[in-house]
């Protein structure tokens, strides 16, 4: 029996519609990919020399005594910065970012949550949140990280936290975005690190630069940590966009195979009909 066509019809239209507009956020997340990398680029030199510079004095072995406390790992609690997206379409993203949070995360750690989703599911698993902020759709601003920052400068420098942390979607590239974990305070050296031959002279002292140069560290690093959740989330929902336009399409050549097979069988069956029927007349 030939199936409802005006079903059929329903269908086809539903499935390209969904296409349509699969592919139109498809677009809309590949061009702020584009205008993240260039930020990504511009941020990235002011990022290196700072990270250097406080490198380059943890790396000196004549100081080790005066800056200890900046890299001393002691036990206690943390806090933990969690950044999502504020909205879905992006594939697995969210649920591989909780599984790191859920297996980092301990009882008594302090959470701040930066997007819809890290909010939702911070309060989900009963976690300690002590704010949280929007992740936004657009490029997040330099300017905008003060208030979230300010919350571990103060828990941090007060000692009620022995660590700083960061659970954020890295960008790899646009096939593979990866859930980390990044420990910010205390600040690591960097076994990698290479010093050129200059010697160098602090002034006032080389524990006073290190004390002035921490905040912008921590903003640096922070703020890498945001523009990489950013870019992530545009390239998952890119990804999953695709999959999205792709899947439908096949779907709507499916339906539309069907349409025009059982619009045939039924043509032809109407034929029948009234050959039977003259056959009868006669």
Known sequence: MAQNLQQLKKRIKTS??????A??????????????????EKHNPYARKIKYMVQRILQDKDLNNGIERFSMERDGKKLIYIISPDKGLCGGLVVNLFKKVSAY?????YVVAIGKKAANEA?????????????????PKYDGIYPIIDIAKKFYISGEVAK?????????NMLIQESI????????????????????????????????????????EFYSALMNAYASEQAARMVAMKNAKDNASEISASLTNIYNKSRQEKITNEILCLMNLESGSH
Request: glycine letters at 4%; aromatic letters at 14%; proline letters at 4%.
């Open 164 to 172: 700083v942390s960061v659970i954020y979607t890295g960008f790899k």
């Open 16 to 21: 390209d519609s969904i296409a349509q507009i």
């Open 123 to 139: 309060a989900r698993y009963d976690y300690n949140v002590l704010a949280s902020f929007g992740m936004g759709t657009s490029f």
């Open 181 to 220: 974990i990044e420990e910010i305070f205390p600040v690591k050296s960097d076994k990698s690190f290479k010093e050129n031959e200059i010697d160098y002279i602090f002034e006032p002292d080389p524990q006073q630069v290190l004390k002035d140069l921490l905040p912008y560290y921590f903003e640096v």
């Open 105 to 109: 995360v301990q009882s008594g750690d």
């Open 23 to 40: 592919k139109a956020m498809e677009m809309i997340a590949a061009s702020k990919i584009r205008k993240a990398q260039d930020s990504v």
